[in-house]
C-alpha cells in the first residue's frame, strides 16, 4: 500500500513563507504525476500545482509568480515553496500522486490526508 504524507504547514503571517512537503512510502514500482491542491472553508478543492516525473510543472493563476512545486524522485517527495503568501491562501492543502505498485504494477491515484495553511496577521 501507498501512502502520502505532509508536512511543513502551520501560521504565517501575510507576506511570509512556507514551505510544504510530501513523501510517498510503501511498495512503489513508480510515481508518475504529483501535485498540491488546495481547499479554503466553504470552497471546493482546487489544484495548486502540478509536475510530471520529467518535471514539467503547471500552476493556478492564482499562485502563478509566488509558488513552485519540486520533486525528488530519489526520495519520492514534492515540495511546495510559497512566498508572498495571502490570506486568500489559507487552506488545507493536500498532496497527490499517481503511479504504480511494485510487484503487481497496479495504477494507484492517491491522496495525503492534508495540512493546514493558516496566513494571518
Known amino acids: 500500500q501507498v501512502q502520502l504524507v505532509e508536512s511543513g504547514g502551520g501560521l504565517v503571517q501575510p507576506g511570509g513563507s512556507l514551505r510544504l512537503s510530501c513523501a510517498a512510502s510503501g511498495r512503489i514500482f513508480s510515481l508518475n504525476g504529483m501535485g498540491w491542491h488546495r481547499q479554503a472553508p466553504g470552497k471546493e478543492r482546487e489544484l495548486v500545482a502540478g509536475i510530471t516525473r520529467g518535471g514539467i510543472t503547471n500552476y493556478a493563476d492564482s499562485v502563478k509568480g509566488r509558488f513552485t512545486i519540486s520533486r525528488d524522485n530519489v526520495k519520492n517527495t514534492v515540495y511546495l515553496q510559497m512566498n508572498s503568501l495571502k490570506p486568500e491562501d489559507t487552506a488545507v492543502y493536500y498532496c497527490?500522486?499517481?503511479?504504480?505498485?511494485?510487484?503487481?504494477?497496479?495504477?494507484?491515484?492517491?491522496w495525503g490526508r492534508g495540512t493546514l495553511v493558516t496566513v494571518s496577521s
Open positions: 497527490s500522486a499517481d503511479g504504480a505498485e511494485a510487484d503487481t504494477y497496479k495504477s494507484f491515484g492517491i
